[in-house]
């Protein structure tokens, strides 16, 4: 008896080890979820001994999620969501008639869904990542990589930067990249401001960390994915096909950044209608790393060898052939050069909303 007893606890244990090994990632080593994380602890506090944030620009934080506009506007802020003014944040995609698709706030339980029909199509995409949920699907964001997708950054916690202290942006951004980089051996070096909310002081302290920003394209090319179901998946589908109807119309000489999700069974189910929208117009697809023909889009220091960029897909007749292009980057990044403004009618809907509320006394 206590022989069995003792053969079935080796088992048990030997079980655990076994469960324990098989993750990349042990949540207790991390902060709580959906929290913007202590900056006093140990690690926090490490990160914040490798890096200089003296001179970094002395804006008020902001208060809201997301924050309304300040009114009056402050000086020299270059607030996206506001003034329209991207800094030298990318906002268009380099490459010509290309839809950079791009998906924000996951991983969660419905990404495979999305991941399944992305390998079906042969598209590549990048995921701006939570890293509150990257520690919870570590497995899912291995199988991003796996399949030819491309990761990049959307803070711990999505909280919105500008009301965050520079060393509260810090402990957001090297957490999420230490938990991506216990799941797949890669630093991110790409991100995506939650609410689109950024200014000149969150510039600062992203570029330090070596992090590019990439707002999407405009009003516009805001799916509107995250409305639903307070917007209908028709009206979602039919405001995007006129987007994509004016693009297409244009002069194309640029590509575009989408702003979708996968987050729910909504965005995933709409992801899928919209998707072959674009197909339908011969638009390529790319994900950020293809759009920039950036052959390292990950930042020096990971533990694992830099995968080949994901290439642009080329939509030819059949609309589901992926070219396989290598890139010819010679290591820069490549930015659209008139990607530096877009007009306030080219905000985000929440950046509309923002400056709705900014004007709520004239309003009312
Ligand atoms: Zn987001």
Redesign the pocket.
Do not use: E, K, L
């Given at each position: 008896m206590v022989k069995f007893i003792t053969s079935t606890f080796t088992v048990l244990v030997l079980t655990v080890a076994m469960v324990k090994a098989q993750s990349p990632i042990n949540i207790a080593d991390y902060p709580p979820v959906n929290q913007v994380p202590d900056t006093k602890s140990a690690q926090v506090q490490a990160w914040l001994k490798e890096i200089d944030l003296t001179g970094a620009p002395a804006l008020p934080l902001h208060s809201g999620a997301p924050p309304a506009c300040p009114n009056p506007p402050i000086a020299n802020e270059c607030y996206w969501t506001c003034d329209g003014c991207a800094g030298d944040d990318i906002t268009a995609c380099a490459a010509p008639n290309t839809w950079g698709l791009t998906f924000?706030?996951g991983p969660s339980t419905f990404t495979p869904t999305l991941l399944n029909y992305l390998k079906t199509q042969k598209l590549s995409a990048s995921f701006?990542l939570?890293g509150s949920n990257v520690i919870q699907h570590p497995e899912i964001v291995k199988r991003e990589l796996d399949e030819g997708h491309h990761l990049a950054s959307?803070t711990w916690s999505?909280h919105a930067l500008t009301t965050l202290t520079n060393e509260e942006i810090v402990a957001e951004m090297k957490w999420t990249e230490k938990a991506v980089m216990a799941a797949t051996g890669l630093r991110l070096k790409y991100m995506?401001p939650?609410?689109g909310d950024i200014n000149n002081r969150v510039r600062f302290v992203l570029k330090k960390l070596g992090y590019i920003p990439v707002d999407w394209t405009g009003d516009a090319f805001d799916t509107n994915d995250w409305r639903q179901p307070t917007m209908s998946e028709a009206t979602v589908i039919a405001t995007f096909t006129k987007s994509l109807d004016t693009y297409v119309a244009g002069p194309k000489d640029k590509g575009f950044y989408c702003l979708e999700?996968d987050v729910n069974n909504a965005d995933v189910t709409v992801a899928q209608k919209l998707i072959p929208l674009g197909i339908a117009r011969k638009i390529n697809i790319a994900s950020v790393a293809g759009c920039e023909s950036d052959p390292q889009p990950y930042q020096a220091g990971g533990t694992a060898p830099m995968p080949t960029t994901p290439g642009t897909n080329s939509t030819k007749p059949s609309g589901t052939t992926r070219s396989g292009a290598s890139p010819s980057g010679t290591g820069t990044v490549v930015k659209s050069s008139s990607a530096s403004t877009v007009s306030l009618n080219g905000l985000g809907v929440a950046a509309a909303a923002a400056v709705v509320a900014a004007a709520g006394a004239l309003l009312a």
């Open positions: 924000d706030d701006f939570i959307h999505h995506r939650p609410y999700h």
